[in-house]
């Protein structure tokens, strides 16, 4: 039991970590999506043509999304929406209400799991390994420039075991993100996961 406690600090530890400072993140140039591989649960390249960066044939993320998004995001395939911003972080965002009160119209899920640049809690992590692990369905994720939404959705599938390090890093980098800068504390997770 003690343990267990002490792993579910030390994980707790790094997720804050890995997020302080965040909003210093890059970004890179978007990835030729006509390269990457056809098989996918939503189509990746209306996703990539409505400014979205798919990440793998489930998962998407983007930037801030309008209430006028959510039926693109529909007729790209998409069948659930993660929020991971805060209302009211900047003038003239949408209200988390009103998008998913439009997403629930359209059919789509809306999950609301917001928070700050730097300000991850160990509950949203969970959460969203939680969601993530409910089903692999077509999911967009979003935040205010999409940074944010990449990395929790990379720290979490390490943390599953679902994927490595250098392949989370690897696929962030397709999608224009970069996230070198959160390799040890991946490795740490990963680290962690192995010793469960």
Known sequence: MAITKISSILISSLILL???GMAG????????????????NYDRQA?????????????????QIQLTDLQTIADAGF??????????????QPLSADLAAEA?????????????????TPAVFDQLSAELAKSNEP?????GSGTRAITIWALSEVKAGNQTPDQVIAAAKAAGYKLDRHRAAMEELQTSATEQ
């Open 104 to 120: 629930e119209r359209l059919g789509l899920k809306f999950i609301d799991l917001p928070f700050r640049p730097g300000n991850i």
């Open 79 to 92: 069948t659930r929406v993660i929020n991971h911003r805060p209302d009211n972080e900047r003038p003239g």
């Open 25 to 40: 993140c890059s970004q890179s140039e978007p990835a030729n999506i006509e390269d990457q591989s056809k098989a996918a």
């Open 18 to 20: 890995a997020f302080t």
């Open 47 to 63: 996703a990539a043509d409505a400014g979205y960066r798919p990440v793998s044939g489930t998962f998407a993320v983007s930037p």
């Open 139 to 143: 999911t967009l994720a979003y935040c």
